[in-house]
């Protein structure tokens, strides 16, 4: 069974503060991390994470304003350096596909490495294929055994790409006396349990048919850029998380500078249809004057009451849209992807 873990290395939005960095977020998939988003500093908050920075094997990109990318070709140089590589090569691949990137990834980054003179202690893919559009859709463009990452196009003032990473299903749960007695009987090795376990079927010396639990969905996971209106992921519904950016800082009744003719759309609302059905949101991409509330934990953030009262404020807002569990990212946060998550 797979580990996922997710930590925010950056949750500002266009100004970083003393509190947010640029944005970028580590999803951590067993021993592999893949990063999403590369803003200016990332590879300074890797360092105060537990997040191996010679372990990112991908970096996929939503969109290419600067908050979002001014940190990759500095991550690729840092990576390329030994000190940085737990392996004998750099395996790292950007998510850059002419018809899925956005638009300039590729000569961003050769650009920017020809400039500066940069040289790579190793190698890096920036995939030059194209990838066919499945109903506005690129569908499982990515994928190993264990997991898959479809994407979207999501609505931003430029072209923006939503990303959905999908665990393969995963073993049933088993109740190990519905089974025992009959390779007990039988004479059967208990090491049978681990077919089962697996959904196999398993024939006893007697003829009996021992059938394995059916293997059960695995986590899904949405990891957007800016938008406000995800509604394109709903491709693939049940989305056990949802990882939203709001562009729009409209905060009626809780950000005095919002003003009557302020609009917004709700993110959070649009999560929850029934077409995405996300069943926890994790809210991202702040403003500058939202510092990050404090958590002992990392001992990061501010320590004034005034800013957790404003991420609580913001996430009652959410809250009224969306009716499972609301929470406001800041820099450091991390936690494990776990079962039964959605019932949180």
């Not at 500095?74 to 850059?96: K, V, W, Y």
């Not at 010396?205 to 406000?228: E, F, N, V, Y």
């Not at 693939?236 to 729009?248: A, E, I, L």
Request: proline share 6%; hydrophobic share 35%; net charge positive.
């Amino acid at each position: 069974m797979s580990n996922i873990n997710i930590t925010f290395l950056g949750t500002a939005s266009a100004q970083p503060s003393r509190t947010r960095n640029h944005s970028s977020l580590a999803l951590r998939l067993n021993g592999d991390v893949w990063l999403f988003d590369c803003g200016e500093g990332t590879q300074h908050q890797i360092q105060k994470t537990a997040v191996k920075m010679g372990r990112i094997s991908k970096v996929f990109i939503t969109h290419t304003h600067g908050d979002h990318i001014f940190g990759l070709l500095a991550l690729l140089a840092s990576e390329s350096h030994p000190i940085n590589r737990d392996a004998g090569e750099l395996q790292g691949q950007i998510s850059a596909y002419r018809d899925i990137r956005p638009s300039g990834t590729r000569a961003y980054v050769r650009t920017g490495l020809m400039y500066t003179r940069t040289l790579l202690d190793g190698c890096y893919v920036l995939p030059g294929r194209d990838i066919q559009q499945v109903a506005g859709t690129w569908p499982n463009f990515c994928k190993n055994t264990s997991f898959s990452v479809s994407a979207a196009p999501i609505l931003h003032s430029i072209p923006c790409i939503g990303y959905v990473v999908s665990e393969a299903p995963v073993p049933g749960k088993i109740d190990p006396q519905q089974y025992i007695p009959h390779l007990k009987r039988t004479g059967t090795p208990l090491s049978v349990m681990r077919r089962l376990q697996q959904g196999e079927a398993v024939q006893l010396s007697d003829g009996t048919i021992l059938q394995g639990p059916p293997k059960r969905p695995g986590r899904k996971i949405a990891i957007l850029g800016d938008t406000c209106d995800p509604s394109a992921i709903a491709e693939w519904p049940c989305t056990q998380m949802c990882y939203s950016r709001g562009d729009k800082r409209a905060l009626p009744g809780i950000d005095s500078e919002t003003k009557a003719s302020d609009t917004y759309s709700i993110a959070e609302e649009r999560s929850k249809s029934p077409r995405i059905n996300a069943h926890k949101l994790v809210l991202n991409h702040f403003s500058a004057r939202y510092a990050g509330d404090y958590d002992p934990a990392t001992q990061h953030g501010d320590q004034r009451p005034a800013a957790k009262e404003m991420m609580e404020a913001i996430r009652t807002l959410a809250q009224l849209h969306f009716d499972g569990p609301v929470i406001c990212a800041r820099d450091f946060m991390t936690f494990d992807v776990k079962y039964g998550d959605s019932e949180a």
